[in-house]
């Protein structure tokens, strides 16, 4: 069923929707808290936040996330609020290292190599290679409703001894800011905070 999805869009590349339109779909990047992106096994730290970026740089082959010891990947994604995911696209690299086999887990922040495969998956995947940018591969989306957090776990590449990703785009809605109540139920105390810091600052101008 699944392919039937890829051959509709992707057999001639320009199918029916135009490849602005489909790159204003993949928007979530935008809501992705990228401090708080965790990567287990990535071969340097920091580097996968590098793969959450515009429609327009998905091509951008400087900035890549690479697994370390193994071919094995997991990547914790939090978002600033809460999104319905309806697709997630990867481009990954050459000589077999894009990934083949992913599993996605939703609001959990306790994956690990121990229990990724213990722990039943939202959904399971497995990746053609993409190289530019033109498989979708969709989730089932009544499933992936009110995603505060996703978690890949890439299991499996096409035979290399890494894995190298360049893209992770996220095809959805973003429904709500979910942490924003949050912030402003403690609004006040930064306020009486703000006025402390103050009368410190002038106590100490004081004193020299």
Same mark, same amino acid.
């Given at each position: 069923?699944?392919?039937?999805?890829?051959?509709?869009?992707?057999?001639?590349?320009? +199918?029916?929707?135009?490849?602005?339109?489909?790159?204003?779909?993949?928007?979530l990047y935008q809501y992705?808290?990228?401090?708080?992106?965790?990567?287990?096994?990535?071969?340097?730290?920091? +580097?996968?936040?590098?793969?959450?970026?515009?429609?327009?740089?998905?091509?951008?082959?400087?900035?890549? /996330?690479?697994?370390?010891?193994?071919?094995?990947l997991i990547i914790h994604?939090?978002?600033?609020?809460?999104?319905?995911?309806?697709?997630?696209?990867?481009?990954?690299?050459?000589?077999?290292?894009?990934?083949?086999?992913?599993?996605?887990?939703?609001?959990?922040?306790?994956?690990?190599?121990?229990?990724?495969?213990?722990?039943?998956?939202?959904?399971?995947?497995?990746?053609?290679?993409?190289?530019?940018?033109?498989?979708?591969?969709?989730?089932?989306?009544?499933?992936?409703?009110?995603?505060?957090? /996703?978690? /890949?776990?890439?299991?499996?590449?096409?035979?290399?001894?890494?894995?190298?990703?360049?893209?992770i785009g996220l095809k959805?809605?973003?429904?709500?800011?979910?942490?924003?109540?949050?912030?402003?139920?403690?609004?006040?105390?930064?306020?009486? +905070?703000?006025?402390?810091?103050?009368?410190?600052?002038?106590?100490?101008?004081?004193?020299?």
């Amino acid at each position: 069923k699944m392919a039937c999805a890829h051959e509709h869009k992707d057999h001639h590349g320009h +199918s029916h929707e135009p490849e602005d339109e489909r790159g204003q779909q993949y928007t979530l990047y935008q809501y992705i808290d990228t401090t708080k992106i965790a990567c287990l096994n990535e071969s340097e730290r920091g +580097s996968a936040a590098r793969v959450f970026k515009s429609w327009s740089d998905r091509q951008d082959t400087t900035r890549f /996330l690479e697994s370390g010891e193994d071919e094995e990947l997991i990547i914790h994604i939090p978002f600033t609020g809460a999104i319905k995911l309806k697709s997630i696209m990867i481009i990954g690299g050459d000589n077999g290292k894009s990934p083949r086999k992913m599993k996605a887990f939703i609001n959990r922040e306790d994956i690990e190599f121990s229990n990724a495969n213990d722990v039943k998956a939202v959904q399971e995947w497995d990746l053609h290679e993409d190289f530019k940018g033109e498989i979708e591969n969709p989730t089932i989306i009544a499933k992936f409703n009110n995603v505060s957090s /996703l978690t /890949l776990y890439i299991s499996q590449n096409y035979g290399a001894d890494v894995t190298r990703i360049y893209y992770i785009g996220l095809k959805g809605d973003f429904t709500h800011m979910e942490r924003r109540a949050v912030v402003t139920s403690y609004e006040s105390k930064p306020q009486l +905070s703000d006025h402390k810091s103050r009368a410190d600052a002038t106590g100490s101008q004081q004193i020299q």
